[in-house]
């Protein structure tokens, strides 16, 4: 087990670079196995989760070479369509795998995945997708059983703006000859990477970045693609940048991409300038010009930004009402900002009320899931004292060698092994 050691009270100072995109990674990998031929990432996170996504194909007969942030896939090798299941429980995104599994196989077997305990996160969205378009389902002994003998092409309006839903329809769309129209998609930045890549494979695709996409496949090849930046770990470093009055430019962020992020940075007196693709965070007076913020599917604000937003709003003259539709356990990470002085009042699981600014005590904190973990980090960063934050192994799933990255903008933050 590992902790964070943050002395708090300094300001960042500096230069960042965005890694690739934890959620387009997580997709990327699963994809490729839908070639006849090696596909090459580049960008690709370092991070755990990636590493299992790795490990988890590798066992089922993937070769897989990894150097430094470029990894090539080979999946002529392919030979199971049985996913590990401990591997599998430990994250989110291998649920993802079905998809290519079917396409290769025609069946796959599909454990219900673990990750971040947010709230529900059914795969009731994703299983009606896949069961419009002739896939039959069975569940035993805890584990789902997907059977795709008869492939059904038809029009497909998702239930809600599921990224999974929507990715996964995306690959097995790409490997049908038929015309499939997906309404209601998600439009997140890792959507379209995913849809410019499978393009790239030679999937013809239409609509891209828009909810309604239009996907005529058949036999795709390898290729050679980058993960897109992280737009969370952007917003977070931005953030990071504000609540310590630092000056931070934030390099690999394309901010006309990101409208609603900095929308809401704007709106807490957050001062800064976009040029290119480079964010520079400058000293600001954080007050708030609003009082409501709420997530909603892109393109606006994203709950993956909520936790991190919470704690700027600590910092923030005003009372505003932060409001998470999507996970009603995402805000219960609060109670440690409250241990540390905040004035939040938990309204429901979906909203709490913060009043700010307020000066951070340190303490003794727990990441609860990697947003919630990065959250405290944040807070012990503008907390007066030596703070210890235990699990940081949570993080590490999310975030690329993050106290190494914050270091290099001047904060006092130290790893110590137990």
Known sequence: MSKFI???????????????????????????????TPTTLTN?????????????????????????????????????????????????????????????????????PGGDQIGERLLDTHFAMMQKMGVNIKRKDGRFYLDWKKKVATDIFLDEPSVTATEMGL??????????????????????????????????????????????????????????????????????????????????????????????????????KASGNILTVLPSHLASSRGKFQTRPWPGFPTDLMSSFIVLATQTQGTVVCHDWMYEWRMFFV???????????????????????????????????????ISVILAALTANGRSEIENIEVVDRGYENIGERLRSLGAKIYEKNE
């Open 335 to 373: 109670d440690d900002l409250i241990s540390m002085g905040a004035k939040i009042f938990i309204a429901d699981p979906h909203r709490v009320i913060v009043s700010g600014p307020t000066p951070l005590m340190s303490d003794r904190l727990f990441c609860k899931d990697i947003r919630a973990g």
């Open 44 to 112: 690709v996170p370092d991070i755990s989760d990636v590493g299992v996504m790795l490990d988890l194909i590798s066992r089922m007969g993937v070769n897989v070479v990894r150097h430094d942030h470029t990894v090539t896939i080979d999946p002529q090798g392919l030979s199971s369509f049985d996913p590990d299941p401990d591997l599998s429980a430990k994250f989110r995104a291998s649920v993802v795998l079905a998809a290519p599994l079917l396409v290769r196989f025609g069946k796959a077997i599909v454990t219900p």
């Open 171 to 272: 690959m097995m769309a790409s490997s049908m000859s038929q015309k499939i129209i997906i309404d209601d998609a998600a439009t997140e930045p890792h959507v379209e990477n995913l849809a410019q890549m499978l393009s790239g494979m030679g999937a013809d695709i239409s609509g891209i970045g828009s909810n309604v996409l239009a996907i005529k496949g058949g036999k795709l090849r390898g290729t050679e693609h980058r993960v897109c930046p992280d737009h969370i770990e952007g917003g977070t470093f931005a953030i990071a940048a504000a609540i310590t009055g630092g000056k931070v430019e934030i390099e690999d962020f394309e901010a006309e991409k990101y409208p609603m992020i900095l929308n809401y940075l704007g709106y807490m007196g957050v001062n800064y």
């Open 6 to 36: 943050v002395q708090g009270g300094e300001k960042l100072e500096g230069k960042i670079k965005l890694s690739g995109n934890k959620n387009s990674a997580l997709k990327l990998i699963p994809a490729a196995l839908l070639a006849d």
